[in-house]
């Protein structure tokens, strides 16, 4: 990606019941943030039934050309 910015974030996920499901909602969540570059998962709490996550992810950038706003992408 060209001209976005990344950020480090944490998030948390409930535990699923198979670990397919599992990647696929931390997808979801991380894609709500973004564009994952990559991610882990750091630490489950088995007593809330949740996963620790942190993640590298990018978004877009906007800058200004004179008489246009460009978001690169």
């Given at each position: ?5 990344t950020?480090?974030i944490?998030l948390?996920?409930e ?5 397919q ?6 997808l979801?969540?991380?894609q ?6 990559r ?7 088995s ?13 877009p950038t906007?800058?200004?050309i004179?008489?246009?706003?460009v978001r690169?992408?």
């Amino acid at each position: 990606m060209w001209g976005g910015q990344t950020h480090f974030i944490t998030l948390e996920v409930e535990l699923q019941p198979s670990a397919q499901r599992l990647h696929d909602r931390i997808l979801a969540e991380l894609q709500k943030q973004g564009n994952p570059l990559r991610w882990a998962i750091v630490a489950v709490d088995s007593e809330r039934n949740i996963a620790c996550i942190e993640a590298v992810i990018t978004t877009p950038t906007e800058f200004l050309i004179p008489g246009a706003v460009v978001r690169t992408v």
